[in-house]
């Protein structure tokens, strides 16, 4: 008897760094990603001279609803805490719900790197985040997990909503993985997998990661 498996991969509001996810295919000779994307919106936010900590680099925001990646310039009515400078690009390292450190890159803002903040500024400063900027999503493959070729006809490139579905049939490697890569901005991102195992083996995708 053949059988099917559905399952939600990725389900990301406001996601605005690189997400991917690893399948291991077994046994499973045909197989759909359907990804559904919506353009997210952070809001500006303020913030006192007072909620930047120069000591831990941290700045408090109540309820800032920012991811990690999350792109943006800061302003303010007095002078900017040292370390940040106007008109740059910055990218949100979250800490929690209400605090955050800034990285100079996405790449440092992945792996939590942070810029040195070391006076708190004066006035009211403000974070903007940036507008969406586009993104991609697709499908590369591997048949050891490691290394992975992207699939030529199976990259998409984002600029507004919209889903995306892509098809596999009888696979002739192990390893399937979604990444998705942002320019600028957030999105909502979810993505479903539907497996089909047509020879009635046992369900056939494992994720590795």
Request: with cysteine.
């Amino acid at each position: 008897m053949a059988r099917t498996r559905i399952e939600t991969i990725i389900n990301e509001t406001g996601l605005a760094s690189t997400k991917s996810v690893a399948l291991k295919i077994e046994l499973l000779p045909k197989l759909s990603l359907h990804a559904i994307y919506a353009i997210a919106a952070p809001l500006t936010q303020p913030f006192a001279d007072t909620d930047v900590n120069p000591v831990l680099d941290r700045i408090t925001i109540a309820n800032h609803g920012y991811k990690k990646g999350l792109k943006g310039q800061f302003t303010t009515t007095g002078s900017l805490p040292g370390g940040i400078s106007a008109a740059t690009d910055y990218f949100i390292i979250r800490l929690d719900d209400n605090t955050i450190k800034v990285a100079d890159s996405l790449a440092n803002a992945e792996a939590g790197t942070a810029i040195l903040i070391n006076t708190t500024g004066s006035g009211t400063h403000t974070f903007t985040p940036a507008a969406f900027g586009g993104g991609m999503i697709g499908l590369s493959t591997s048949n050891n997990g490691i290394n992975y070729v992207n699939l030529p006809s199976c990259q998409v490139s984002i600029d507004s909503a919209g889903n995306s579905m892509f098809n596999i049939v009888e696979p002739a490697y192990q390893f399937l993985k979604f990444t998705f890569t942002p320019s600028s901005g957030a999105v909502d991102l979810s993505v479903i997998l539907n497996g089909y195992d047509s020879l009635g083996g046992k369900e056939g995708v494992g994720h590795v990661q």
